[in-house]
Antibody, heavy 119, light 107 residues
Framework: QVQLVQSGAEVKKPGASVKVSCKAS????????MHWVRQAPGQGLEWMGI????????SYAQKFLGRVTMTRDTSTSTVYMELSSLRSEDTAVYYC????????????WGKGTTVTVSS | DIQMTQSPSSLSASVGDRVTITCRAS??????LAWYQQKPGKVPKLLIY???TLQSGVPSRFSGSGSGTDFTLTISSLQPEDVATYYC?????????FGPGTKVDIK
């Protein structure tokens, strides 16, 4: 079955970087784009960006330009999201989510990775 | 960028009630609209894509309609397990923005 397994929770200090992984299984990794979405405590869903595993091209939300980098490793079917210059407002659950069969909606989600930014 | 709004922001209804949630895009997005359900403490779940196509396994009491800028999600007969926050999302082009969410609970 299709599965997205994310890395474990992280605690970081302000100014640091965090790198979250998302390992895909159960489907052809290069066939589907992968999104990253985050959710701050008690808040809504926020789209961060998308990566195309076939070629590695990316598109990021304006808000994160210059701070976010999404990469992939096709040998391990894993995508990564690195966020730098962390601040307390980046405390959130970070989800990877696979593109749908018929468009850029999200049909399979990882369980989420909690990132806490605290001094 | 296209902005997404939802109304109401929250609602309370009785079991068996018909519930309607509205999503509006600031510009036309054809039918590139998805709906998600997020139960408390859980991962979001895709309900509907292409404005009205029910994702496999989703109960038929959920339905979606609309095109262009105005969309609706309808729950024909609200059940206790439908307590959740519902989000719309545009996916015609990046950025793939979500609406702010509508919280649904039982009266």
């Amino acid at each position: 079955q299709v599965q997205l397994v994310q890395s474990g929770a992280e605690v970081k200090k302000p100014g640091a970087s965090v790198k979250v992984s998302c390992k895909a299984s159960g489907y052809t990794f290069t066939k589907y784009h992968m999104h990253w979405v985050r959710q701050a405590p008690g808040q809504g869903l926020e789209w961060m960006g998308i990566i195309k595993p076939s070629g590695g091209s990316t598109s990021y939300a304006q808000k994160f330009l210059g701070r976010v980098t999404m990469t992939r490793d096709t040998s391990t079917s894993t995508v990564y999201m690195e966020l730098s210059s962390l601040r307390s407002e980046d405390t959130a659950v970070y989800y990877c989510a696979r593109d749908g069969e018929e468009g850029d909606y999200m049909d399979v989600w990882g369980k989420g990775t909690t990132v806490t930014v605290s001094s | 960028d296209i902005q997404m709004t939802q109304s109401p922001s929250s609602l309370s209804a009785s079991v068996g009630d018909r519930v309607t949630i509205t999503c509006r895009a600031s510009q036309g997005i054809s039918n590139y609209l998805a709906w998600y359900q997020q139960k408390p403490g859980k991962v979001p779940k895709l309900l509907i894509y292409a404005a009205s196509t029910l994702q496999s396994g989703v109960p038929s009491r959920f339905s979606g309609s609309g095109s262009g800028t105005d969309f609706t999600l309808t729950i024909s007969s609200l059940q206790p397990e439908d307590v959740a926050t519902y989000y719309c999302q545009k996916y015609n082009s990046a950025p793939f923005t979500f609406g702010p969410g509508t919280k649904v609970d039982i009266k």
